[in-house]
Structures are given as C-alpha cells and as structure tokens.
C-alpha cells in the first residue's frame, strides 16, 4: 500500500548510457514531480506534471525526458548519462486543489561512474 | 525571488535537550505555505508539517513545536527533550504555486544529531 512508489531503488551505470526511473502514485492525486538531491543534499525541482501535461520545467538538460502515461505515473528518461548527474532522483505527487502537501518516494540513488 | 535559509548547518545534542531548527524565509506572495520534512539516515522524506501563511498559530505534535512569525519572516522547530531516533536532517521549505503546480523551494538542511 505504499504511496509514492519508484524504481529502482539503486541504479549504478556508465558514462553515455540511458537510463529510466519510473514513478507510481496510489493516492488519486493529479499532480506529480521529481526532485534532485545532490550530493549535499540540496533538493531542488526538476519537473511538474498537473493531469499528464507538464508545468514545470526548471532549466534542466534536455537530456532528461520525463514522461507522463497517466496521472499516476511519471517516469523520467536519462540520456546520455554524465558523473555530474549522480544524485538522489525524488518522485513526488500532490493534489494542489486540496492544497494537499507532497507526498514523496523512497528516491533513487543515481551513481554514474 | 523566493529563498528559504536554515542558517545551521549541523547541530549536535545530547539526548533529552530541547532543540530549536531555524528556518527563515523571503517570498513576494500574500499567499503561501510553509514545510518541515524530515530526512533520516535511510534516505526517505517524511512530511512533518503545513503551515498557511494566514494561520500564525503556533503549533504542537507531541514532543514536536512550530513557531510562526510573519513579522519576521521565520518558521522555527522546536523538539522537545530530544531523543536518538530524531537524529536526521531536517528541511524547510515555502511553496510556490504555478499553474495548477505546487513548486517546493527547499532550504539546504539541518542535520541534528542526538547523541545518547
């Protein structure tokens, strides 16, 4: 029953590859996110999606495909993977009408060697 | 711009003290709100708290207090008599709504350690 659910939980990988984390929510809620967590732990956001269509976009590379199948899914797309991209990749959904607060997933440690 | 500023980076206790996070803020809306989340050791982010910037109540959960002053931008946490488990990091942070999108703008973190 979890909430905000994403995988993989671990993704180790080389330099140019493509990688993807796919996100689930389970809370009916009609917006969603990811969220970067660098190696000081600074969280900053990346994307929003509100019903499949995207909001956000926050001057990220455009090597980073997020893609929104549903309201309850959101996966990020990776090409062409570099170091400076290791982090913690955070997925988060929320109900803004609600004013609901963001729920988010276990994150996806990121190492790119 | 909106920024928010915990200005402690690390803060170290011994079990049973209280401990205050601060947490202050900058934004240009009448309207907004106010975060705490928790982020212990196994790497998740635990909601705490929501606060409207129209409810300057101060709030209290258990061994867990918040104290909201819009005179001075601040939105401290205050736990009291402070236990092991509490160790973590501790982020602030404002929402700023766009669209039919809530955007969180986090501070960098307080790590609280409590020692036994």
């Known amino acids: 029953d979890t909430a905000v659910s994403q995988t993989p939980k671990y993704l180790v990988t080389q330099m140019g590859n493509d990688k993807s984390i796919k996100c689930e929510q389970n809370l009916g809620h009609d917006t969603m996110y990811w969220y970067k967590q660098d190696s000081k732990k600074f969280l900053k956001i990346m994307f929003s999606?509100?019903?499949?269509?995207?909001?956000i976009n926050e001057t990220v590379p455009n090597r980073f495909s997020p893609k929104s199948p549903d309201k309850a899914h959101l996966n990020l797309h990776i090409n062409s993977l570099e170091l400076g991209d290791s982090a913690v990749y955070f997925c988060a959904s929320s109900q803004v009408r609600y004013n609901s607060p963001l729920h988010f997933g276990n994150g996806t440690r990121l190492t790119v060697t | 711009a909106q920024k928010v500023t915990q200005a402690q980076t690390e803060i170290s206790v011994v079990e049973k003290e209280d401990v205050t996070l601060d947490c202050v803020y900058e934004?240009?809306?009448?309207?907004?709100?106010l975060f705490w989340y928790k982020q212990p050791p196994s790497g998740e982010l635990v909601f705490l708290i929501r606060?409207?910037?129209?409810?300057?109540q101060n709030e209290i959960s258990g061994r867990y207090s918040w104290n909201f002053q819009k005179s001075t931008s601040s939105f401290n946490f205050t736990i009291t008599a402070s236990q092991v488990v509490d160790s973590a990091v501790y982020f602030c942070a404002l929402s700023d709504t766009q669209g039919g999108s809530e955007k969180l703008v986090f501070g960098k973190g307080t790590k609280l350690t409590v020692n036994p």
């Open positions: 999606y509100n019903n499949k269509e995207l909001i």
């Open positions: 934004t240009r809306d009448t309207t907004y709100y």
């Open positions: 606060r409207n910037s129209f409810d300057e």
